[in-house]
């Protein structure tokens, strides 16, 4: 950490305000952001020198092209940490919550879509001369090895701890076809490699910035199109899918000159990329025992049905394991069930006394919100609630509510995950403020957002001193 505020100190001439906690995801990763009087940015501790290196070039290579991506700030001597420019804290997966729920997308949400689509065809069309491919990694480009390295990994991390029953040469057989396939689609593009919604920040709210590119390489640019329309927690609509897919192409010249091929290529692209997100999920989720990655199984699925009954290509027996595993009664639907972890969610007064436990189980957190600066106090917020834009740009705006979630959420992520691989069901966590209606409120419905996104498990949102209790 000290090196963090080290690096921060050199950029700025002063030591941060504050350093908070970013959730991560399945990477080892650690991000912080550090905040001072006028400057804020995101700091990075890694894991693997290398794969920081390789992360570093690229950026900063990107930004050459004129392409997205954050600028990197400062880096330590041992190459294990570094600063980059903060692009926001909403991502485009973030933005489009309520568009999954109903089914529907505005033109607004569309245009940022299409504003996505024609960024990622100018990383694959912009050229790359002068690029360095070896300083890539683990690999330079997306070859033979590396495909081969994907489909083990949905052999090994998913099929096997699936139980999914399959015969390993007429498998390899498959295997080794499905390769010679993908080899004559053409690797001539850089290609970012993970890339999804939530790897797309929102500068300003509209503007995308792709991040998480530290395994770019080059490939073919049909990759990342799937890996982006087709990923499984997205939940494109079909149409929608195919329009994006559709402006992908027409956004330049050499796209659409190749539009019959990459057509016809795209089925192999959702096949390969849907494996290797099974095998992630399986390592993350049925090796590793995070919840939230066995949740995100059905949706991959989905996907692969689609293409058994649209477009899979001719390898007899991957097919044959395709349908026993769609067909798999252990990844059906998320839906509720016994014996999951359910977090309750809560805003109470102080003045009323301490939340009851339900549960019989005991424990859990409760954390003090009155040490944030109260709307209520102001006349103009009195009769508002937490859950009202006035009082919620009121906290925002001051900033101090974002580091006393980050703190609190540092702690209760940490009890979730451990939790869910324990097979625990009930966890609590509580916010008190002295009239339950402003600080507690707002805490407790950023927290309940916050551990549906991350976890995908069962909250209950109980906003005691309002009677309000909802399930998400």
Excluded at 99 to 124: D, W
Excluded at 370 to 381: F, Q, S, T, V
Aim: proline share 4%; glycine share 8%; charged share 25%.
């Amino acid at each position: 950490m000290q090196e963090l505020s080290d690096l921060f100190k050199a950029v700025t001439g002063n030591n941060p305000d504050s350093i908070v906690p970013i959730a991560g995801a399945g990477s080892e990763r650690r991000y912080f952001r550090l905040i001072g009087s006028s400057f804020c940015c995101v700091g990075t501790i890694g894991v693997s020198e290398q794969e920081n290196k390789a992360f570093i070039y690229m950026s900063r290579e990107f930004a050459k092209m004129g392409l997205p991506v954050p600028e990197v700030l400062a880096l330590s001597k041992d190459n294990m940490t570094y600063l980059q420019s903060d692009v926001g804290s909403v991502s485009l997966f973030e933005r489009l919550e309520d568009c999954r729920k109903s089914g529907e997308y505005t033109p607004a949400h569309i245009s940022i879509l299409e504003n996505v689509m024609t960024k990622l065809a100018q990383f694959h069309t912009a050229g790359f001369s002068g690029f360095d491919f070896a300083k890539c990694y683990p690999t330079p480009e997306m070859n033979r090895r590396a495909i081969v390295w994907d489909l083990n990994y949905f052999k090994y991390s998913f099929l096997k701890p699936a139980g999914i029953e399959f015969d390993e040469e007429l498998l390899e057989n498959d295997f080794e076809k499905f390769v010679n396939m993908l080899e004559s689609c053409g690797m001539d593009s850089i290609i970012l490699r993970d890339c999804q919604s939530r790897n797309v920040m929102l500068k300003d709210g509209v503007q995308p910035v792709f991040i998480d590119f530290q395994g770019a390489r080059k490939g073919c640019g049909l990759y990342d199109v799937v890996s982006f329309l087709w990923q499984a927690r997205a939940a494109f609509p079909t149409d929608l899918k195919n329009h994006l897919f559709n402006h992908y192409i027409s956004s330049a010249p050499v796209l659409e000159s190749s539009k019959s091929q990459l057509i016809s290529q795209l089925p192999l692209f959702i096949l390969l990329r849907t494996l290797q997100v099974l095998g992630a999920y399986g390592f993350l989720g049925l090796v590793k025992k995070k919840e939230h990655f066995i949740k995100s199984i059905p949706a991959a699925l989905d996907n692969l049905r689609e293409l058994l009954d649209s477009g899979f290509p001719d390898l007899p027996h991957l097919r044959k394991v395709v349908e026993r595993l769609v067909s798999c009664k252990s990844f059906g639907k998320n839906e509720p069930q016994s014996g999951r972890l359910i977090v309750t969610v809560g805003s109470f007064s102080y003045k009323m006394g301490m939340p009851e436990d339900k549960s019989g189980n005991g424990g859990g957190f409760v954390f003090d919100c009155r040490a944030l600066h109260n709307p209520g106090r102001y006349d103009e917020y009195k009769q508002l609630t937490g859950r009202d834009e006035p009082v919620i740009k009121f906290l925002e705006e001051r900033g101090e509510v974002k580091n006393f979630l980050s703190a609190a959420w540092s702690m209760v992520d940490y009890s979730v995950e451990r939790y869910m691989a324990r097979g625990f069901t009930s966890l609590n966590v509580f916010f008190g403020c002295t009239g339950g209606r402003h600080r507690s409120v707002y805490c407790a419905e950023c927290t309940a957002a916050h551990i549906k996104e991350r976890f995908g498990i069962e909250v209950h949102l109980i906003h005691r001193e309002r009677k309000i209790s909802e399930t998400i």
